[in-house]
T-cell receptor
Framework: DGGITQSPKYLFRKEGQNVTLSCEQN?????MYWYRQDPGQGLRLIYY???????QKGDIAEGYSVSREKKESFPLTVTSAQKNPTAFYLC?????????????FGPGTRLLVL | AQSVTQLDSQVPVFEEAPVELRCNYS??????LFWYVQYPNQGLQLLLK??????LVKGINGFEAEFNKSQTSFHLRKPSVHISDTAEYFC??????????????FGRGTQLTVWP
């Protein structure tokens, strides 16, 4: 089955700790994205990557970091600099770079701060 | 920056009633328009999208949307809703600009609740 997997489903972070959210896709898509979802605020773009070894900041990149070493993987690290990390994090991918491409979403990871 | 407005944060309706979820955007250039649905604690699933051609777009689960360029709107409709349509619905816009990445700008979402 082709799709996007995110793990873990729930993640707990202690104060001052970095945590990494996994995102893997087997759709052979070039572009990948990370969004943060807070109640009543819709989805906000954190980082995106058009191709391996390249990524760009989105609207709320502060306190986050990413890497794109493989086409199928785009992990997101929430660093201790992110003071309010509690949210639902969604990873997405799209086939190519053309405008109007559909983005396909993973099931999400809910991050909670202890 | 592109702005997407979903005018209603919550829409309660009874089963088998019609529903319209409203979406307006701010872009002055040509756009591509999307509606996504999110069930609790899940990712987003594409309902339908408008790229070009007929302004009436049909999607999955009996939903349709109409693109109105003069009013910069893309309202979502269903003539008769079912309890299983209870979910959050997101409107999204991608601008047809020079950038090679068609990033999406999302509205804040509309929670549709269908009552028996």
């Amino acid at each position: 089955d082709g799709g996007i997997t995110q793990s873990p489903k729930y993640l707990f972070r202690k104060e001052g700790q970095n945590v990494t959210l996994s995102c893997e896709q087997n759709l052979n898509h070039d572009a990948m994205y990370w969004y943060r979802q807070d109640p009543g605020q819709g989805l906000r773009l954190i980082y995106y990557s058009q191709i391996v070894n390249d990524f760009q900041k989105g609207d709320i990149a502060e306190g986050y970091s990413v890497s794109r070493e493989k086409k199928e993987s785009f992990p997101l690290t929430v660093t201790s600099a992110q003071k309010n990390p509690t949210a639902f994090y969604l990873c997405a991918s799209s086939p190519g770079l053309a405008k109007g491409e559909t983005q396909y979403f993973g099931p999400g990871t809910r991050l909670l701060v202890l | 920056a592109q702005s997407v407005t979903q005018l209603d944060s919550q829409v309660p309706v009874f089963e088998e009633a019609p529903v319209e979820l409203r979406c307006n955007y701010s872009s002055s250039v040509s756009v591509y328009l999307f509606w996504y649905v999110q069930y609790p604690n899940q990712g987003l699933q594409l309902l339908l999208k408008y790229l070009s051609g007929s302004t009436l777009v049909k999607g999955i689960n009996g939903f349709e949307a109409e693109f109105n360029k003069s009013q910069t709107s893309f309202h979502l409709r269903k003539p008769s809703v079912h309890i299983s349509d209870t979910a959050e619905y997101f409107c999204a816009v991608s601008e047809n600009r020079g950038s090679t990445l068609g990033r999406l700008y999302f509205g804040r979402g509309t929670q549709l609740t269908v009552w028996p």
